[in-house]
Nanobody, 122 residues
């Protein structure tokens, strides 16, 4: 089992930045690819970004490319999402996820955090 706890969400204005953190506990963190997904009210769960086990490879959704950066610190069992130039359409609950497969599909992730709310006002 892997337990994931997100933090860092909040209410910001368009153009601002936020940094989300996800702390993992349980099994060996470096054995897992990590992803961030988000779900806006009334919408499906969307892929945001993912990072490979060592951090050497990343994927980004087109909607966040150039604005968001994922990183991980295996020594601290943590993954981060730096979000810059936030837009109102980035408003969603953001979920951290861990899985054995490095993928953009939510089906590849076995463990999920409880989510953290990000609200961007215009």
């Amino acid at each position: 089992q892997v337990q994931l706890v997100e933090s860092g969400g909040g209410l910001v204005q368009a153009g601002d930045s936020l940094r989300l953190s996800c702390a993992a506990s349980g099994r060996t963190f470096s054995n897992y690819a990590m992803g961030w997904f988000r779900q806006a009210p009334g919408k499906e769960l969307d892929f945001v970004t993912a990072i490979s086990w060592s951090g050497g490879s990343t994927y980004y959704a087109d909607s966040v490319k150039g604005r968001f950066t994922i990183s991980r610190d295996n020594a601290k069992n943590s993954v981060y999402l730096q979000m810059n130039s936030l837009k109102p359409e980035d408003t969603a609950v953001y979920y951290c996820a861990a899985g054995r497969i490095f993928t953009t599909s939510s089906r590849g992730y076995n463990y999920w955090g409880q989510g953290t709310q990000v609200t961007v006002s215009s």
